[in-house]
């Protein structure tokens, strides 16, 4: 599976620096800029995260590119804030995101809505890869089969609460 990611979050960043990240993506991300018209991605930006997915078939370099373009946005250092999986780590990745599992709040119900908002507005503003359509619609079924198995319902429970159902 030829996709990576490169991210910031709640565990890795304080507030100003996801938003300082957040802000400069949310401006130049969304667009179909010529700049990286080649580079299939998409932005997922939440209040507690910030992630480029992308797909290419030299992955170093798609990551290299969106890298340097951050350095070019962000005039503070980040670097070492963020983190980047590749292929199978990326789908666990997303596929943890999708099912609140890697949330501020464990099991939140708001994360898949925000991965699905974010899948449906980048294929309309874009062609998006097969390897991309795969990873979304997969993880999203994983995240929906995850709180449909494990009967966590709706709403922010309590890791009591999850414990106690589990």
Do not use: W
Not at 26 to 55: K, M
Not at 94 to 108: H, T
Request: hydrophobic share 40%; proline share 2%.
């Amino acid at each position: 599976m030829r996709v990576g990611i490169i991210g910031i979050n709640h565990k890795s960043a304080n507030l100003s620096l996801r938003e300082l990240l957040a802000k400069a993506c949310l401006t130049y991300f969304h667009e179909n800029d010529p700049l990286h018209c080649e580079h299939a991605f998409i932005l997922l930006s939440t209040c507690n995260r910030t992630e480029i997915y992308f797909s290419s078939n030299d992955l170093t370099a798609t990551h290299s590119h969106f890298l340097k373009l951050l350095r070019s946005l962000v005039p503070q250092s980040f670097e070492h804030r963020l983190y980047s999986f590749f292929s199978y780590d990326c789908f666990t990745h997303l596929a943890m995101v999708s099912s609140g599992m890697d949330s501020a709040i464990l099991a939140e119900t708001e994360i898949q809505g925000q991965v699905k908002n974010a899948y449906e507005l980048a294929i309309k503003e874009r062609k998006i890869p097969h390897a991309l359509h795969f990873l979304f619609q997969k993880c999203l079924k994983i995240g929906k089969d995850v709180r449909t198995r494990f009967n966590l319902g709706r709403g922010m429970p309590t890791l009591a609460e999850i414990v106690l159902k589990l």
